[in-house]
């Protein structure tokens, strides 16, 4: 039996690392800057509030700052909020790295209480899930000032970190942290 060359070891090493990342998404899409700081620049549509933020500071999560977050991306008709997946925030940070850009993440839905989801669902043809994962804090509506919805969905797809659901007539991306989707 004959024992493989250094090349096509690191080769065969390789494959497999690429094939164990395609099989974990979420695993290649974390690694993408684990131990870079992650600023957001943010603006809720709704509230006219604004937030500059650093999140994660190269080595762990800030609280305060996830806080602030939380409040920014709050139902803002109950003014209620959830603690927010911080991993949305990572994934519009990585967009924002696909792209290229750091412009202002305009948001227009972020944590929905279950009545304001089901009094939109009640108004909307089909457009709100029942089951919305906007009410676990787990999706966020948006788009990036001065970026081509198509551009933010493409980068958004890429990522392969969740469903994407693309609403041109309604100039928003949706983002969660749920299986791997999109629409």
């Not at 792209?99 to 089909?126: F, W």
């Not at 990036?144 to 980068?155: F, I, N």
């Amino acid at each position: 039996m004959s024992e493989f060359s250094p090349l096509r070891r690191k080769i065969l090493l390789g494959g497999a690392a690429t094939v164990g990342l395609s099989l974990f998404p979420t695993l290649s899409f974390a690694s993408q800057f684990e131990e870079s700081p992650r600023k957001l620049a943010l603006n809720n549509l709704h509230t006219g509030e604004e937030l500059q933020t650093e999140y994660f500071n190269g080595r762990g999560y800030q609280s305060a700052e996830l806080a602030k977050l939380n409040h920014l991306c709050r139902d803002f008709r109950r003014n209620e909020s959830i603690e927010m997946d911080k991993r949305l925030f990572d994934q519009l940070s990585a967009i924002q790295n696909v792209i290229g850009c750091d412009t202002q993440v305009q948001i227009i839905s972020g944590y929905r209480s279950p009545a304001t989801n089901e009094m939109l669902r009640g108004k909307s043809h089909g457009g709100v899930a029942k089951k919305s994962l906007h009410m676990l804090g787990k999706a966020m509506d948006f788009r990036l000032e001065g970026v081509p919805l198509d551009e933010v969905r493409k980068a958004a797809l890429s990522l392969k970190a969740g469903g994407v659901g693309y609403y041109p007539g309604s100039n928003f991306v949706h983002i969660d942290t749920g299986r791997v989707r999109f629409w």
